[in-house]
């Protein structure tokens, strides 16, 4: 981010989102009725299996378009591969793991591009469609709002865990589940209500997005820890040290931008700064619209979804753990 701050911003009418607000994609306009959605994603693996790789990487690719409200259309590969080291076979797995979450979501991958690479990454560049007049943007919280999250959190602690053999099957069952599970019910379902603003939250954590959906807002978000849905075993892997680098530098960067009340337990406010793969949706709408949105995710089986804090005017900070 310190690097785009420092680069001459785009200017073009159609240029409906840029780099300005750190939105989860792109939107440009096409026609009065048209805009494309593009966003990119790509990692090294934190699975062993390769097909199940294929599927978090692009699960996660393909969360921003959903949390713009867009559908996805078509998707490119990203692929690194380290050439001599591993058999092609992992990367046809990877590939086909990947295939099969786009064609989950209805789009169609319509080729890539891929560099030998010392280490193994991979991930998808996405396009989607949205109508100009329907972008939800991460910016446009207003006080009174209720905030909504989509998925458990954790998935950062159970993966590092899960490389030092310390997380137990089920731990790893459940954020497998969650990193593979599409986003794409959860934001066909909130676009039937007049939400004011989403961001799907991934490697800043939970107190990273919320911090830019509340500062680009200008409002404060107060963000309940023991609400918060969890994966089974994060807290008891957090309280152990299986923290990702990833964690350290969001505590870093957010130090003097957010208030964690004293009686807030360490490691729930671990789980709060933990960078998450393929992440939840962070949806912030009236509250009196809440408790429904709420009812139609459980129904339509987003399971997880969880009232996780509120909005108020600005205050001394533009995020509060308690």
């Known amino acids: 981010m310190q690097v785009l701050h420092s680069l001459p911003p785009f200017d073009h009418p159609d240029l409906i989102v840029g780099t300005e607000t750190s939105d989860d994609a792109g939107v440009f ?7 494309i959605v593009n966003t990119v ?11 199940t790789f294929g599927q978090i990487a692009a699960a996660n690719a393909l ?28 990367l ?16 169609v991958v319509v080729g890539g591009h891929s560099i030998i690479d010392n280490e193994l990454k991979y991930g998808m560049a ?7 007049d329907r972008v939800i943007r991460n910016v446009g919280v207003q006080p009174g709002d209720a905030l909504i999250l989509t998925k458990p959190l954790g998935t950062g602690i159970v993966s590092t865990a899960l490389k030092r053999r310390a997380a137990s099957p089920a731990s790893v069952r459940a954020a497998v589940a969650s990193m593979i599970a ?15 603003a989403c961001s799907d939250v991934t490697g800043y954590g939970l107190l990273g997005h919320t911090f830019e959906m509340a500062s680009g807002s200008g409002v404060t978000v107060v963000l309940e820890a023991r609400s918060m849905p969890l994966l089974p075993g994060a807290r008891r892997l957090a309280g152990k040290g299986n923290l990702t680098g990833g964690c350290r ?9 957010i208030a964690i009340d004293r009686g807030v337990k360490s490691d729930l406010v671990e789980i709060a700064l933990d960078p998450q793969t393929s992440g939840g949706l962070l949806i912030a709408l009236p509250n009196a619209d809440a408790d429904a949105l709420l009812s ?27």
């Open 92 to 107: 046809g797995e990877i590939i086909r793991g990947g295939a099969e979450r786009a064609r989950e979501a209805g789009a």
């Open 249 to 257: 530098r969001n505590r870093d960067y957010l130090k003097d931008k």
């Open 29 to 35: 306009r096409l026609r009065p009725d048209l805009a």
């Open 41 to 51: 994603d790509f990692f090294t693996p934190i699975v062993d299996d390769p097909y």
């Open 296 to 322: 139609d995710l459980h129904a339509s089986g987003v399971a997880a979804a969880t009232l996780v804090g509120h909005a108020t005017r600005f205050e001394d900070v533009s995020v509060r753990l308690r």
């Open 182 to 196: 599409l986003n794409k019910q959860a934001s066909a379902t909130m676009r039937r209500f007049p939400v004011h």
């Open 63 to 90: 969360s921003d378009v959903y949390a713009m409200g867009a559908e996805p259309t078509t998707a490119l590969n990203i692929v690194g591969f380290p050439k001599g080291k591993l058999d092609l076979e992992v």
């Open 126 to 132: 996405v396009t989607g469609v949205i109508h100009p």
